[in-house]
Nanobody, 126 residues
Framework: QVQLVESGGGLVQPGGSLRLSCTAS????????IGWYRQAPGREREGISC????????IYGESVKGRFTISRDNDKNMVYLQMNNLEPEDTAVYYC???????????????????WGQGTQVTVSS
C-alpha cells in the first residue's frame, strides 16, 4: 500500500523557520502532484500548498503565501516545505499526500483517501 512519511517538525519561536520533508515508498512522489496539508486542534484539515508532478506549477493557500515554499527533488524521492516567518497560527500537524493527479487542484481539496502518514508536529510558540 501507499505509505508516506513526514518529518522535520518541531518547536520554533514566532518568526522562525522549519523545513519539512515528505517521502514515500515506490514512485508516488515522482509521478504525482504532491500537496501539504495541516490540521490544527479543533479545526478541519486544510490544504496549504501543492506542487505539480513536473515541477512547473506551485500553489499556496492565502494564509501561507509569501512565507512557505514547496519544492521537490524527484531524484531523491522527496518533497519539501520550507516554512519561514512562522506564526502561532501555523501550529498544527502537517501531512503530505496526493490526489493521484499530475497537476494540482486549485482549491487544494483535502484527499478523502487513507493515504496519510503520521504527520509531523509544528509548534510555534514563545
Amino acid at each position: 500500500q501507499v505509505q508516506l512519511v513526514e518529518s522535520g517538525g518541531g518547536l520554533v519561536q514566532p518568526g522562525g523557520s522549519l523545513r519539512l520533508s515528505c517521502t514515500a515508498s515506490g514512485s508516488i512522489l515522482r509521478r504525482y502532484a504532491i500537496g501539504w496539508y495541516r490540521q490544527a486542534p479543533g479545526r478541519e484539515r486544510e490544504g496549504i500548498s501543492c506542487i505539480s508532478a513536473d515541477d512547473d506549477e506551485t500553489i499556496y493557500g492565502e494564509s501561507v503565501k509569501g512565507r512557505f515554499t514547496i519544492s521537490r527533488d524527484n531524484d531523491k524521492n522527496m518533497v519539501y516545505l520550507q516554512m519561514n516567518n512562522l506564526e502561532p497560527e501555523d501550529t498544527a500537524v502537517y501531512y503530505c499526500s496526493t490526489l493521484f493527479t499530475l497537476i494540482c487542484n486549485s482549491a487544494m481539496v483535502v484527499p478523502q483517501h487513507n493515504y496519510w502518514g503520521q504527520g509531523t508536529q509544528v509548534t510555534v510558540s514563545s
